[in-house]
C-alpha cells in the first residue's frame, strides 16, 4: 500500500484541475450571457447550420439577441427541442407522427430553401454528367452496376465512359438529407416507392454506409466510381463533382438557385403540419431542380421564452433570407406563399 | 482472500483502540457503498433497457434475435436482431485473435528482450495508444486505413487466399475487415500492458532457476512465465474483448453497414453497438427506438454470456494446471 498516498495525490490533482476548468468554463458561460439581454439557443440539422451561423451578427444587431445553435444533425435537434434542452430544433425532414406526439404541442415552421447535390468520384468523366431519376433509382438499387452502362450511355451519348464499377456512398445515420433524396426516389421510381420507400434512413439494397455528410464526402473522395449525395453547399467545398439532374420537362438542370426557386414554387400547399414535399416538380417549372427540400424549425407551442422566440423567427423568415446571408451558401430566400404560412405559425406561439 | 490475510495478521497486530476501529468502519462503509452503487446502477440500466425494449419485445418476443432485416421506413417497418448479432460476433472474435498473439509479444519484448533504454519509451507508447480517442480513431479508419487496406492488404489477401469465403473481391474501403483492424489497434495495449504487469510480477528466483537448469529463454518463457501469468492473461483477454464488443462510434465510421449475413470480410456489415450509435438520435418512430434498445438489451446479454463463460474456462484451466487463482495478488 505504499502507493496509496501517491493516488491520493494524483486523485486530488484531477479534481482541482476539474474544478478549474469548471471554473473557466463558468465564468466564460456567465461573462456570455451577460453581454446581451436574451439567450436563444438552438440544436439540430448540419445542413441549415451555415445559414444559422450567418444570422447570429444581424440577429445581434436587429434586437440583440445571443443566438447560439448546435449542429448535431436533425435527428439530435427533433430529440433535443422534444426534452426542450434548447429554446427551437432544427430538422431538414419534416417530423413523423410518432415525433409530434412525443413532441408535446411543437410547431413546424419550414425556414430555409436548399437543394441535395448528387456527388461523384470518377476522374475520366466531365463535371455535371447527365442523370435522369429513374437510372439513379436503379444505381441505388444495385441494378446498374457500372459507369459504361447503357442507361447512362443514353444520357451522355457525347462522353465515353470507363467500365469502372460504381460504388454508393450512403448516410448511415437518419439524417434529412437522406429524407430528401429517398423522397425524391420514390417520386421517380415505383420500385423504389414500394421496396424502399422515403425516410431519414432507409434498408439500402447496396452501397456503403458513412456518418454525416463528411463521412459520405470522404467514402466517395477516397473511392474511385463512387456516387454519393449530400447537401450543394458542402459538394462544393468539398470540390466534387456532382450530376446535372434531368427534370419531369426533360431538361437537364444544376442545384443553383434558378432551380431551387422554380422548384420551390411548386408545390404550394403545405400539410396540416406545415410540410411540404417539391421533389420532382410537374411540367411547367422547366428550370426546376428536382431534388430540392425545405427545412424546419420546430419550437414548441407554449413557452415562457415566446416574445422573444416570436420577434427571432420572424426575422429569420423575412430579413433572414436576404442575399447577404443566404446566396453564398447556395440557399434560397423561401417563396411568399411559405412565408405567409411560416408568419401565420410563429404567431401561434404563446407563453 | 482478504479475509484470510486479517484472520492471519490477526494475533500479530497490537490492540489500538478506538481510532483503528473508526477507520475501518468508514473503510468498510465507504469501501461497501462503493459496492452497492454499482450493483444499484447494473440494475437500473437493465432494467431501464428492458423497459425501453418493451414495444418490441411484445411486439417481436424472442423472433427478433434470428431474424434478418431492418427497415425503418414508416409503413414498411420490419426488425430484427441477427445480422447485427453476427457482426459484433465475427468482428469482436477476430479483433481478439488479431490482437492476443501481438500483445503477447508487445509484452515479453518489453520485459524480457528490448534494450533497457527502449523500454520506458515503448512502454510509454503503447499506453498513448490507449488513450486515443475512438472517434479519432475512426477518423483514421476512414481517411488513411480504409483506403490503404483497400489499396494494398486486401488485393494481396484476396490472390493469395481467395479461396477461403473470408477474404473475397475488394471492397469500398469501409468494410468488417476494416473494423476488426481498429478494432485490434484499440484492445491491443490493454491486453500488452496488463500482460506486461504479469510478466514483470514473475518471481526472478523462478525465471533464473530455469535459466539455471539450461533452458532456452524460449523454453524459459513457455515453461515459466507463461503457466505463471495465464489467468492474469486471460482476464486481460477478456476485458479487451469486452471492450470489442461494445466498442460502438469507431466501428460505426469504418464498418459501412448493411444488413445481411455474408462471410467476405472485405464486405460492409454492421454490429450492434454501431447500429445503436448510428440510429438512435432521431429515430423517426417509437418502433425504431424501441428495437434499437432491444438491440442494447441482446449485446447486455451477449457480452454478460461471453464474459461468464469466459471466467469458467479460466477457472477450469488455473484447476487444471494446479495454480491458485490471485496467488501473487
Known amino acids: ?351 | 482472500m482478504s479475509s484470510v490475510d486479517a484472520a492471519a495478521e490477526a494475533p500479530r497486530r497490537p490492540f489500538t483502540g478506538r481510532r483503528v476501529r473508526f477507520g475501518d468502519l468508514v473503510l468498510q462503509l465507504v469501501a461497501g457503498a462503493a459496492a452497492l452503487a454499482t450493483t444499484v446502477l447494473v440494475g437500473l440500466i437493465i432494467w431501464k433497457v428492458i423497459d425501453g425494449a418493451r414495444l418490441s419485445l411484445s411486439k417481436y418476443g424472442l423472433g427478433f434475435v434470428t431474424r434478418i432485416a431492418w427497415n425503418p421506413v414508416p409503413g414498411h417497418e420490419l426488425y430484427g436482431a441477427a445480422s447485427f448479432l453476427f457482426g459484433t460476433a465475427v468482428t469482436s472474435f477476430s479483433a481478439l485473435l488479431l490482437a492476443t498473439p501481438l500483445a503477447i509479444g508487445i509484452a515479453l519484448f518489453l520485459t524480457e528482450l528490448a534494450p533497457r533504454p527502449l523500454q520506458a519509451p515503448v512502454t510509454a507508447l503503447v499506453e498513448t495508444l490507449a488513450a486515443i480517442p475512438s472517434v479519432v480513431i475512426g477518423l483514421w479508419g476512414i481517411l488513411v486505413l480504409g483506403p490503404a487496406l483497400r489499396d494494398h492488404v486486401e488485393p494481396t489477401l484476396h490472390s493469395v487466399l481467395g479461396f477461403i469465403p473470408l477474404f473475397g473481391p475488394k471492397g469500398a474501403g469501409p468494410s468488417v475487415f476494416t473494423a476488426i483492424v481498429v478494432l485490434t489497434i484499440m484492445i491491443l495495449p490493454i491486453v500488452a500492458s496488463i500482460s506486461r504487469e504479469l510478466f514483470l510480477g514473475v518471481p526472478h528466483e523462478l525465471k533464473e532457476g530455469a535459466l539455471a537448469l539450461g533452458t532456452t529463454r524460449w523454453e524459459m518463457v513457455r515453461g515459466v512465465m507463461f503457466p505463471y501469468a495465464r489467468g492474469g492473461i486471460a482476464a486481460a483477454l477478456i476485458l479487451g474483448f469486452g471492450r470489442a464488443i461494445g466498442e460502438a462510434i469507431a466501428v460505426t465510421q469504418v464498418i459501412g453497414g448493411g444488413v445481411f449475413i455474408h462471410w467476405n470480410l472485405f464486405g460492409t456489415g454492421d454490429t450492434l453497438g454501431a447500429k445503436i450509435a448510428a440510429s438512435y438520435q432521431g429515430a423517426s418512430t417509437n418502433l425504431q427506438a424501441s428495437s434499437l434498445i432491444y438491440l442494447g438489451l441482446i449485446l447486455l446479454v451477449f457480452s454478460l454470456i461471453v464474459n461468464l463463460a469466459a471466467q469458467w474456462v479460466v477457472r477450469r484451466s488455473a484447476r487444471k494446471h494446479g495454480i491458485v487463482r490471485g496467488g501473487r495478488a
Request: hydrophobic content about 45%; some cysteine; proline content about 6%.
Open chain 1, 1 to 351: 500500500m505504499p502507493k496509496l498516498g501517491s493516488l491520493i495525490r494524483i486523485s486530488a490533482v484531477v479534481a482541482a484541475a476539474a474544478l478549474l476548468a469548471v471554473a473557466v468554463v463558468g465564468t466564460a458561460g456567465a461573462s456570455r450571457a451577460s453581454h446581451n439581454g436574451t439567450t436563444i439557443t438552438g440544436a439540430g440539422s448540419s445542413f441549415v447550420s451555415p445559414l444559422v451561423a450567418q444570422w447570429v451578427a444581424g440577429i445581434g444587431a436587429a434586437y440583440g439577441y445571443e443566438l447560439q445553435y448546435s449542429p448535431i444533425g436533425s435527428g439530435g435537434g427533433i430529440a433535443a427541442i422534444t426534452g426542450r434542452t434548447v429554446d427551437f430544433g432544427a430538422s431538414d425532414a419534416p417530423l413523423t407522427s410518432d415525433q409530434f406526439n412525443a413532441c408535446n404541442g411543437c410547431l413546424q415552421i419550414p425556414w430555409a430553401l436548399g437543394a441535395t447535390a448528387i456527388m461523384f468520384n470518377e476522374p475520366s468523366v466531365p463535371n455535371l454528367l447527365h442523370m435522369d431519376g429513374p437510372t439513379l433509382a436503379s444505381i441505388f438499387m444495385g441494378q446498374i452496376k457500372t459507369w459504361n452502362d447503357p442507361a447512362i450511355k443514353k444520357l451522355n451519348p457525347k462522353v465515353s465512359l470507363p467500365s469502372t464499377a460504381i460504388t454508393v456512398a450512403h448516410r448511415s445515420d437518419n439524417s434529412g438529407t437522406t429524407y430528401n433524396l429517398t423522397d425524391y426516389l420514390s417520386h421517380v421510381s415505383p420500385a423504389w416507392q414500394a421496396q424502399f420507400g422515403t425516410a431519414v434512413a432507409v434498408n439500402w439494397p447496396v452501397g456503403v454506409g458513412a456518418k454525416g455528410s463528411s463521412g459520405v464526402a470522404g467514402v466517395v473522395a477516397s473511392t474511385q466510381g463512387a456516387i454519393g449525395y449530400a447537401d450543394v453547399a458542402f459538394a462544393l467545398k468539398n470540390h466534387l463533382k456532382y450530376f446535372a439532374m434531368k427534370n419531369a420537362s426533360g431538361f437537364f438542370t444544376t442545384p443553383g438557385s434558378r432551380g431551387i426557386l422554380a422548384a420551390a414554387s411548386s408545390d404550394q400547399k403545405p400539410d396540416a403540419n406545415n410540410a411540404l414535399s417539391i421533389v420532382n416538380p410537374p411540367k411547367k417549372y422547366p428550370v426546376a431542380y428536382p431534388i430540392s427540400t425545405f427545412t424546419y424549425v420546430i419550437v414548441p407551442q407554449q413557452t415562457a421564452k415566446a416574445a422573444d422566440l416570436r420577434k427571432f423567427l420572424f426575422w429569420a423568415v423575412t430579413k433572414g433570407q436576404a442575399g447577404q446571408y443566404t446566396a453564398a451558401l447556395r440557399f434560397v430566400p423561401i417563396p411568399k406563399s411559405v412565408l405567409v404560412v411560416a408568419e401565420k405559425t410563429i404567431a401561434k406561439i404563446h407563453s
